[in-house]
């Protein structure tokens, strides 16, 4: 069985420039969620997506942040414009459903470097 | 709010020598708890989940325990081998998937 996919694996940009990262969960996996791991923390919930609906999206800095999952499938979160604080691994996870009893796998993740 | 503490930040030990993880929790009212691994610049790898209902759960060298009542977890290492060197993560879910700042674990040749 496939893992969860991420692309790309490195960014490096300079702030105030946009980027995109892309997510392609487990297949029949309903739920998709994205994180962002400070260096030296634990991943911190930014979204949460059930099919192509939004969850819970309550720590997403909106002002900024942007992710959809508009087939149900695939995922992209974007930011724009970066800043120096957004330098973390992104963290992409899914679920076959969303109510907590089930196992979220997680993707290799996206290292940023805002410069 | 769910708050979720893991002591020590981090752990030098030699190796064979037997360890335990700490993690601690604020809320029990939990659906399960999940321990990983993560190497550096990788993503996580998920080592032992133990639902609410359960109290231990065994993967190798590699025990976890579950005190829902009482808040606390633990990660039983046997037998430490440098490969065993890298951040250990908990995380506990409810509503959503709160995780513990990590113990940082090097394990000398």
Known sequence: EAGVAQSPRY????????????CNPISGHATLYWYQQ????GPKLLIQFQNNGVVDDSQLPKDRFSAE???????TLKIQPA???DSAVYLCASS???D?????????????TVL | KQEVTQIPAALSVPEGENLVLNCSFTDSAIYNLQWFRQDPGKGLTSLLLIQSSQ??????????????????STLYIAASQPGDSATYLCAVAGNMLTFGGGTRLMVKP
Do not use: C, M
Not at chain 1, 11 to 22: C, G, L, N, P, T
Not at chain 1, 38 to 41: A, D, R
Not at chain 2, 55 to 72: F, H, I, M, P, V
């Open chain 1, 11 to 22: 960014k490096i940009i300079e702030k105030r420039q946009s980027v995109a990262f892309w």
């Open chain 1, 38 to 41: 400070i260096l030296g923390q």
């Open chain 1, 69 to 75: 999952r508009l087939k149900g499938v695939d995922s």
């Open chain 1, 83 to 85: 800043k120096l604080e």
């Open chain 1, 96 to 98: 076959w459903q969303g």
């Open chain 1, 100 to 112: 907590g009893h089930y196992e979220q796998f997680f993707g290799p993740g996206t290292r940023l």
């Open chain 2, 55 to 72: 109290r231990e759960q065994t993967s190798g060298r590699l025990n976890a325990s579950l005190d829902k009542s009482s808040g606390r």
